[in-house]
Structure formats: structure tokens, C-alpha cells
């Protein structure tokens, strides 16, 4: 087993930011509890707090500390939006398949939104400004015009609205886009902050829950009950949520997850702070980006700094070579950044899923999962957390195409490594010759 990890660079700049040094305690006796979480992100803590609203008993252990995973060191970008477009979904299963996405993805940032005020989370700065997809080229222009026209007849999606180069630029204060669609309604956060508020305020009002540095190694289901074991003592419980996402390796308790999704790491680097003259032009704003290639890259401010991210290093370690090149592309976009100074750079992984979405559902009659964001899980993994424990607790959702048997094995997973970098590189290559 190959934990606790000092995978990725960890000293990113929510942590620097953030003044909260709470931390919960590793569990010292075998305990009981009615649902056992693993994992201590957005999915996990969202569960709990969803079984715990219900007068039920939950129990979260966390291999690292809180928030060691993605869900401290993401971009903060709150969007409502999955890799695939709702137009694709209404043509492949039916507008009615359509509609409940467009709902779910919806009624995840609002359920954000929920908890920052039911816990008073002021410190994750959530700012709803709305987002902007950028588009690089007259093709991707089209088909966001396209989308956006569809989803308004389809939809009833009246809320976007279409920008054209030169609003784009004043935006952003980059010449690099053709154009570029405005979503109200979405916005950012400090990640690290809402997901170490979320902890501190649930183990207030549920004490005993939290418990980190306690990795699950083993599973056991027997006599109608669960039991998970860790190094310093074990847990019975009569459900199980599997809340491991792309650190589903960590230990073999999570080996369907692991199975089933394609850790890709991505990388983001943020600049010192910016001398006023780039404030007042750059972001002005302050809502989030996203470019329209493949390999996306996004920007956002935060602290006065500018924050660049995109994909990060193949393999098992960060390089410097990817965050260069992370660098460059910014330079290359904002050529009024090419002499200020990279204060933070980190990395973690994502889990992309074989059909782009994630899914959330029962394995077995006792354990049930949420996993699979595709690098879009701030709002998603929030409410999957939540749609996790109804059904743990019985409950059947409808979460349309999330739905937990579409979430198929990769196949040939041992060969997935080489595989991530042939689809990386063909993508940077479609990006490249603006297909
Ligand atoms: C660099 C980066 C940038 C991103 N940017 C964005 C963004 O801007 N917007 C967006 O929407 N999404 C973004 N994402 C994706 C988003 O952060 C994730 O989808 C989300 O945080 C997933 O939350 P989670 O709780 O499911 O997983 P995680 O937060 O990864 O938590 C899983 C936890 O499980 C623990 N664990 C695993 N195995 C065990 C075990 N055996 N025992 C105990 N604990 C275990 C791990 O230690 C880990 O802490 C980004 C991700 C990364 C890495």
C-alpha cells in the first residue's frame, strides 16, 4: 500500500491563503457508525452531511488530511457544465435525457451554493460573476453559437449570450479569441477554503465524524454489515460510500473505482500579485475562463494573482517541463504577463470516465460510490456526494446519464498510461491544426 502520499505538489496557494489550521483527529478504537465514508473531499463530506441531516450516523476517514485530494488544490472554477454538450445528449438519448442533465448540473451549484450559506462558509469567497468559454478559433465559434442557440430553443436556456472578439478582449484583456459565450450563474471559490469550512462546521455540528491520516485498507461484508478496516481499528457500519475518485489507488478498497476511471493529471500555476495597471486590465470581471481546445486550458484571478491552469505532466511525477509549458501558454495568451513572476505551482489528478461523465449508484446492496468528475467536480462532485447517500439510504434518484451502470471498466487498464499520452497527443494535435 502507498500511503499517506506526497503525490503532487502540495504548497499551493489556497493553503497559503488560508488561515484555518484545524485539523481532526486519526481514529483510536473500533467505532460504529450507520454509513462509513471514504475519502475526505467534496464527495465524501457531502455524503455525510446528507446522512447526518437525517439523524443517521456518519463516519468519514481520510487516508491523508482533509482535502488532500482534489478537492484542495482544483481551480475553484464552479461551473455547471460536463465534457459533453447537452445538443449530443438529446440526439444520442432523447431530449427528456437532456433536460435532467441540464438539471443535475444546475442543482449542483446550487447545493454549493446551500452549503456555503446553511455553514456560514464566508472564507470560500464563492462569487457567482458567471464564466466565460473563449473560443480559439472560427470553428469553435461556430459551434458554441450553435449550442447556444440550441439550448435556448431546447432548453429554455435564456441566460447565455453570445460575445464577440473584441468583448472577449475587454474582458479578458487577451487579442488571442475569436469570440466567446458568457454563462450567468456559475463563478469560483477557494477551493481549499470550502472544503476545510465544510470539515470544521460538519464535525462541529456532527461530532465525531471526521477522522484523517486513517487509511481504509480492507472491506469486509458479512451478517447485513460492513466493516472497514484501518491500521488503528475498524469500523462496522451497515452502508459503504466509496468517495476515493481518482486516488482510488491509494488502497485496494477502491479497486471497481480504480477500474473504472483514468487519473489524468492537471496543473495549475499562479502568479505573484499583479501591479495595478494588469489588475484593472486583465479579468476585469473576475468570473472564470475556459478556452474551447481540447486540451482546455482556464485563468481566473484570485488574490490579486492571476491563476493559469491546464494539463500537467504524464506519468507518475510533476515535472518542470509541463509547468513551463503551462507558463508559456499564458505568455502566449497574455503577452503583458511574460515578466511576472510564477509564485505557486501544483498539481493533482483528475479521473476522466470512458463516456466523459460521472456516475454515482450502488455496487452491491451495501456499498455505493460517486466518482468519475472528468476535471469538472467542484459542483458536480458536491451534489454526487449527496445523490451517493440517498442511495446508500435506499432512495433511487433519477441522475439520467450518471447513472451508475454506465460506468464501464476501462479496458485494457494496464495499458492506460500509454494510452492517456496517444489521446493527449492526437487532442494537441486537433488543437493544433484547429479542428
Ligand atoms: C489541479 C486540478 C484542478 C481542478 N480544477 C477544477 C475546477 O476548477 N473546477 C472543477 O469543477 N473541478 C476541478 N477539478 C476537479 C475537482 O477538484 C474534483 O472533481 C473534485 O475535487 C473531486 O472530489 P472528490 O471528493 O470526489 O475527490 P478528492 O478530493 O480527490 O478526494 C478523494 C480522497 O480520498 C482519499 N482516499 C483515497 N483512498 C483512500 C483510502 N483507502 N482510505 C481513506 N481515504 C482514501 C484521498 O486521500 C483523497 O483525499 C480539478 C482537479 C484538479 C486535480
Redesign the pocket.
Known amino acids: 500500500m502507498n500511503?499517506p502520499q506526497a503525490e503532487g505538489a502540495t504548497a499551493t496557494l489556497w493553503k497559503a491563503m488560508s488561515g484555518d489550521a484545524t485539523r481532526f483527529p486519526q481514529l483510536d478504537a473500533d467505532r460504529k457508525a450507520d454509513v462509513v465514508i471514504?475519502?475526505?473531499?467534496?464527495?465524501?463530506l457531502a455524503a455525510a452531511h446528507s446522512v447526518a441531516r437525517r439523524g443517521l450516523q456518519p463516519l468519514v476517514?481520510?487516508?491523508?488530511t482533509i482535502?488532500?485530494?482534489?478537492?484542495?488544490?482544483?481551480?475553484?472554477?464552479?461551473?455547471a457544465k460536463y465534457r459533453i454538450a447537452y445538443s449530443q445528449m438529446a440526439r444520442e438519448h432523447g431530449i427528456q435525457v437532456a433536460k435532467a442533465m441540464y438539471r443535475l448540473s444546475h442543482e449542483a451549484v446550487a447545493f454549493v451554493q446551500e452549503l456555503i450559506l446553511d455553514y456560514g462558509l464566508v472564507e470560500a469567497e464563492l462569487t457567482l460573476n458567471g464564466g466565460i468559454r473563449c473560443a480559439h478559433n472560427g470553428r469553435a465559434y461556430a459551434a458554441l453559437k450553435e449550442e447556444l442557440a440550441w439550448m435556448r430553443q431546447e432548453l429554455g436556456e435564456d441566460a447565455g449570450r453570445l460575445l464577440d472578439a473584441h468583448e472577449v478582449a475587454i474582458e479578458t484583456g487577451s487579442r488571442s479569441f475569436v469570440g466567446g459565450v458568457i454563462s450567468p450563474g456559475v463563478g469560483t471559490l477557494l477551493?481549499y477554503q470550502f472544503?476545510c469550512g465544510l470539515a470544521r462546521e460538519i464535525n462541529k455540528r456532527y461530532p465525531d465524524t471526521l477522522f484523517e491520516r486513517?487509511?481504509?485498507?480492507r472491506v469486509e461484508q458479512r451478517n447485513h454489515k460492513i466493516c472497514v478496516y484501518t491500521p488503528y481499528g475498524k469500523i462496522q457500519a451497515d452502508q459503504l460510500i466509496l468517495?476515493?475518485?481518482?486516488?482510488?489507488g491509494?488502497?485496494p478498497?477502491?479497486q471497481k473505482i480504480k477500474r473504472r476511471v483514468i487519473p489524468f493529471r492537471?496543473?495549475?500555476i499562479a502568479t505573484e500579485p499583479l501591479a495595478e495597471s494588469l489588475q484593472q486590465r486583465l479579468l476585469v470581471n473576475d468570473r472564470h475562463y475556459g478556452e474551447t481546445r481540447r486540451m482546455m486550458r482556464?485563468f481566473r484571478k484570485a488574490d490579486r494573482r492571476f491563476v493559469f491552469?491546464g494539463r500537467?505532466a504524464f506519468g507518475k511525477h510533476d515535472s518542470a517541463a509541463a509547468f513551463n509549458a503551462l507558463q508559456r501558454a499564458m505568455v502566449e495568451m497574455f503577452p503583458e504577463l511574460a515578466d511576472t513572476r510564477i509564485d505557486y505551482r501544483?498539481?493533482?489528478?483528475?479521473?476522466m470516465t470512458l463516456d466523459a461523465l460521472p456516475h454515482v449508484g450502488r455496487l452491491n446492496e451495501r456499498v455505493s460510490f460517486?466518482?468519475g468528475?472528468n476535471?469538472?467536480?467542484?459542483?458536480?462532485?458536491t451534489l454526487m456526494?449527496q445523490l451517493a447517500a440517498d442511495f446508500a439510504l435506499g432512495s433511487n434518484p433519477d441522475v439520467a446519464l450518471l447513472e451508475g451502470g454506465r460506468f464501464r471498466p476501462v479496458p485494457l487498464y494496464p495499458l492506460r498510461e500509454a494510452g492517456i499520452r496517444v489521446v493527449a497527443g492526437w487532442y494537441q494535435f486537433l488543437d493544433a491544426i484547429g479542428r
Open positions: 500511503m471514504i475519502g475526505g473531499g467534496y464527495t465524501g476517514v481520510e487516508a491523508n482535502g488532500w485530494g482534489a478537492s484542495g488544490r482544483n481551480g475553484g472554477v464552479v461551473s477551493p472544503v486513517t487509511p481504509a485498507l468517495a476515493t475518485n481518482a486516488y482510488s491509494i488502497s478498497v477502491s492537471s496543473s495549475i482556464w491552469g500537467g501544483w498539481s493533482g489528478h483528475v479521473a460517486a466518482a468528475y476535471g469538472a467536480g467542484v459542483a458536480m462532485s456526494g
